[in-house]
């Protein structure tokens, strides 16, 4: 799955065109005159606006796969720490690319789903909570995780408050009274904010410590 320049360039504006106006609001035509490119040339790449978009959610796929297994590869790492690393890197993804975030929710919310994205969406979900059974399970097997955890709703607590704390974020913003500070400041700070929050969520939720205590 290599894409040279060209392509990557028209992913990214057909990526940005989806989160504005959704998949089907969007023509091929639309992206061709943002990408400044003819009509043809998105059918000799890709053939369809379908496989346009099965493209993006390779891309995205391969990126934040590649990055988590790193981490958990990473023997000098303890399983918390790799949990840690890997809370940093989806509040990274998810909040450094909004415009990926909007097309996810955007199908999850619509009535009038896609069956093709509806079925990236549904493969990516798959994916991010094997990866999270993995890390619990090694914490697990290292002795340092309780054992009754639920896989698929950390998976849920990590990427539904990131989600909810995009699609919030201007009310965020409001009640903290953040108004003053400037986009990129107010973007790192939430960045920060979530980090601690969710460490101390998942930490008390995973960690055996605690449950030792009792």
Known sequence: ??????????????????????????????IAQEADIN??????????????????????????RSRIET???????????????????VIERLMGNQCFHNIMMREQLSSERTP???????????????LMQTLI??????????KNIDFSLMTTTLYGT??????TQHFYRKINHLEDLSEEEFQN???????????NLFKLTVSNEHQNQH
């Not at 504006?13 to 089907?24: D, I, M, P, T, Y």
């Not at 059918?43 to 934040?64: C, D, H, M, P, Q």
Request: charge should be positive.
């Open 71 to 89: 981490i958990i590869s990473n023997d000098d790492l303890t399983p918390i720490q790799k949990v840690y690393i890997l809370i940093d890197s």
């Open 137 to 146: 399970t090694g914490g697990q097997d290292a002795g340092v995780f309780r």
């Open 116 to 130: 093709i994205i509806s079925d990236h969406i549904m493969n990516l979900k798959m994916k991010n909570t094997e």
């Open 39 to 64: 009509v043809s040339m998105i059918s000799y790449y890709f053939g369809s606006k379908e496989k346009l978009i099965e493209a993006l959610f390779k891309i995205r796929t391969v990126e934040s």
């Open 162 to 167: 990131i989600n909810q704390a995009i699609a």
């Open 1 to 30: 799955m290599d894409y040279n320049a060209k392509q990557i360039q028209i992913i990214e504006v057909a990526e940005r065109l989806f989160a504005q106006k959704g998949f089907s609001g969007t023509s091929v035509r639309d």
């Open 189 to 199: 700070l939430m960045k920060r904010k979530l980090s601690q929050h969710l460490k």
